[in-house]
C-alpha cells in the first residue's frame, strides 16, 4: 500500500433514511458506548451491538469477540462472530438479490456508490479513529486508509458507467456472412470479498464497490480482528441502499473464524471469491473454490535495487518511507534491499542514522512513526524470524529489541508485539527474513556487483508482488521493467506506490487477478456473446 513520504520525515452531514420496502428491513440502530479503551471514540458506532448484516436486517450473533487495542491491550470493542449457519443464510439471502441487483441500473449503480462516497467523507474523522483502534496503525497511515478508501469509492462510482462490450466481425469466416455479433458484459452472480487485517476499510472497499458496480451481491468476510471498520462501512452502505430502495441483503457480512469462510468459500452460488491474506491460506481458498473464479492478493517479500548511479539520499528516503509504514504490516512494503557495490556502505549507513530516528510508540499520537504490529504472535514470529538470521550470519544495523514508547509517562508501550525498525545487513538468502514475507518493520540488506545479479535474485522468490529500482540510467529502468518477474516495476519510488485506479496484482506465489476499480469489475462480470442473422436463410 501507498504511504506517503512526510510520514517518515518527521513530522455530519445529515442523512435522512427511507425504510425499504420490505417489511423484514432493520435500519442499523447506535451501537452505544461500546468502546472501552481509554480515549473512547467521539461518536457510537451506526451498526447495533452484536449484530451481523444478514438477509434484511441485523442478526444477533451467537456469540461476541473481543476486539483488542494493540498498543496496550484494552478492549475496543465486542465484535459480533457469526457461524457456518450464518454464512449458509448470507448466500440464501444474496442468491435471491441477485436478479434485483443485476437489474439495477447504471445510473443507479453509480448513485448508490457516489452516496456512499459522500457518507464516508463527511465521518472520515470518526472512522479514522477507529481504525487506529483496532488496527494499531500509526495515525497518519489509518488517515491515509481513509482517503483512499474514499477516491476508490469514487473512481469505482465513474467505472460504473464505463462497462462497455464489443462488436465482433464474424464475417471474417464464411460461415459468418451477413450476421451481426457483439458481447455485453454480464453480472458474475454472488461475490464473496475476504479481506485481511492491515487495511480492512480499503480491502474490502476495493471488492465491495467493484461488486456493486458490476451487478453483484457481496457478502464481505473481515479479518477477525479488525472487523469494526467494514462493520461501520457495511451500514453506511445499507443505509445508502435504503434510501435508493434496493435490497439491503445485496451487501452483508459475517464475521468469524474458518468455519465462516469456508462456508462461503465452497459453496457453488459464490461465482466469484476475492481474498486478501497470506499466500498458505489463499492456496487453500482457490482449492475450496475450484472450479469458480478466485482472486487473490497474496504476500509478497518485496525487492527495492540500488543501482551504483542511483540518487543515494532518495533511495534511503524511499526505503524510511517505504519499509516501515503500517508498522511494515503492507504486502508491498519494503523488504529486501540489493545494493550495487559502489553505494552499498554508504546507503546502509545513512539509512541506519534514519531509521534509528523514527519515533516508536502510541498509534494514536501524530508523531508516531511505528507502532505495535498486531498481535504479540506476530511480534514473536518477527522476532524469531530476526534471531534466525542473526544466527545465520545477519548483522543487526538498527534494532531489533521491545522499544520504549515516544512518551515515557504513556502506558503499554513495550511488550511482545512492539518491534523496533530492523535493519539487518549482510542477510544469507537461504533464511526466512529474506526468502518469506516478514509482514513487520525489517528491511534485509545485500550487496550485489551488477543490476543484472539484482534482477535475478529479485526473481530468485517465489513471490512477485511489486519490486523497485533507483537509477539514474533508463537502460537500467527498463531492463528492470522487462525483466523482474512481478505483477508492478516501480521505478525511483517506494514499491509500496499504488494508484487506487491502477491493475494491481501479483505473479506466482503472490496472487492471480487485478484489483483497481476497472479491473475488478471486469473480474465481476462475464462476457454474453450474442450472434444474430437478421433473417434466418
Not at 104 to 120: F, M, N, P
Not at 272 to 282: L, R
Amino acid at each position: 500500500m501507498f504511504a506517503t513520504r512526510s510520514r517518515c520525515r518527521g513530522g455530519s452531514d445529515g442523512h435522512r433514511r427511507r425504510a425499504h420496502a420490505r417489511p423484514t428491513a432493520q435500519p442499523p440502530q447506535p451501537q452505544g458506548d461500546l468502546v472501552t479503551d481509554t480515549r473512547p471514540l467521539a461518536q457510537p458506532l451506526l451498526a447495533p451491538a452484536g449484530a451481523l448484516p444478514i438477509g434484511d436486517g441485523w442478526r444477533p450473533a451467537a456469540e461476541t469477540s473481543p476486539v483488542v487495542f494493540p498498543f496496550d491491550g484494552g478492549v475496543v470493542a465486542q465484535a459480533p462472530v457469526g457461524t457456518a449457519a450464518d454464512s449458509a443464510d448470507a448466500l440464501d439471502a444474496a442468491e435471491a438479490a441477485r436478479a434485483e441487483v443485476a437489474a439495477l441500473t447504471t445510473a443507479q449503480r453509480k448513485s448508490i456508490l457516489t452516496a456512499v462516497h459522500d457518507r464516508l467523507r463527511a465521518e472520515a474523522e470518526r472512522i479514522e479513529d477507529l481504525l487506529i483502534l483496532e488496527t494499531g496503525k500509526p495515525r497518519v497511515d489509518c488517515r491515509t486508509e481513509v482517503s483512499r478508501t474514499i477516491v476508490t469509492l469514487q473512481a469505482t462510482a465513474e467505472e460504473a458507467s464505463r462497462i462497455h462490450g464489443e462488436t465482433v466481425p464474424l464475417d471474417l469466416q464464411e460461415l459468418g456472412r451477413g450476421m451481426i455479433g457483439y458481447y455485453t458484459r454480464k453480472p458474475a452472480g454472488v461475490v464473496v470479498a475476504i479481506a485481511g487485517f492491515n487495511y480492512p476499510l480499503l480491502l474490502a472497499t476495493h471488492k465491495l464497490a467493484p461488486a456493486i458496480a458490476a451487478g453483484c451481491p457481496v457478502i464481505v468476510k473481515p479479518a477477525p480482528n479488525t472487523p469494526l471498520a467494514t462493520l461501520e462501512l457495511i451500514a453506511i452502505v445499507r443505509e445508502v441502499l435504503a434510501d435508493h430502495d434496493v435490497t439491503p441483503a445485496a451487501v452483508q457480512l459475517v464475521n468469524g473464524g474458518p468455519s465462516v469462510g469456508e462456508t462461503l468459500v465452497r459453496d457453488p452460488r459464490a461465482q466469484v471469491v476475492s481474498f486478501t491474506g497470506s499466500a498458505k491460506i489463499g492456496h487453500l481458498i482457490a482449492q475450496q473454490a475450484a472450479p469458480r473464479k478466485t482472486l487473490l492478493e497474496l504476500g509478497s517479500n518485496t525487492g527495492f535495487i540500488v543501482a551504483a548511479d542511483a540518487d543515494v539520499e532518495a533511495a534511503v528516503d524511499a526505503v524510511v518511507a517505504g519499509g516501515f509504514y503500517a508498522n511494515g504490516q503492507a504486502c508491498i512494503s519494503v523488504q529486501r534491499i540489493l545494493l550495487e557495490r559502489p553505494v552499498a556502505d554508504r546507503f546502509a549507513a545513512h539509512l541506519a542514522e534514519r531509521v534509528a530516528e523514527l519515533v516508536v510508540g502510541d498509534p494514536r499520537d501524530a508523531a508516531t512513526n511505528v507502532a505495535p504490529v498486531i498481535n504479540a504472535a506476530s511480534g514473536e514470529r518477527i522476532r524469531a524470524m530476526i534471531d534466525r538470521a542473526v544466527s545465520a550470519g545477519a548483522r543487526v544495523l538498527v534494532g531489533p529489541g521491545e522499544s520504549r514508547e515516544a512518551d515515557p509517562g504513556s502506558a503499554g508501550a513495550a511488550g511482545p508485539a512492539m518491534i523496533r525498525p530492523t535493519v539487518l545487513g549482510d542477510v544469507p538468502a537461504d533464511v526466512d527474513v529474506w526468502a518469506e514475507e516478514i509482514f513487520g518493520p525489517v528491511v534485509c540488506l545485500t550487496t550485489v556487483d551488477s543490476v543484472d545479479e539484482a534482477i535475478d535474485l529479485v526473481n530468485d522468490s517465489r513471490y512477485g508482488l511489486q519490486a523497485a529500482i533507483f537509477t539514474s540510467s533508463l537502460e537500467s529502468a527498463f531492463a528492470a521493467v522487462e525483466r523482474l518477474e512481478v505483477g508492478g516495476v516501480v521505478v525511483n519510488e517506494i514499491p509500496g506506490f499504488r494508484s487506487d485506479i491502477m491493475p494491481y496484482g501479483g505473479v506466482k506465489d503472490s496472487g492471480v487477478g487485478r484489483e483497481g476499480p476497472r479491473y475488478a469489475i471486469e473480474e465481476y462480470t462475464v462476457t454474453r456473446m450474442a450472434m444474430i442473422r437478421p433473417r434466418a436463410r
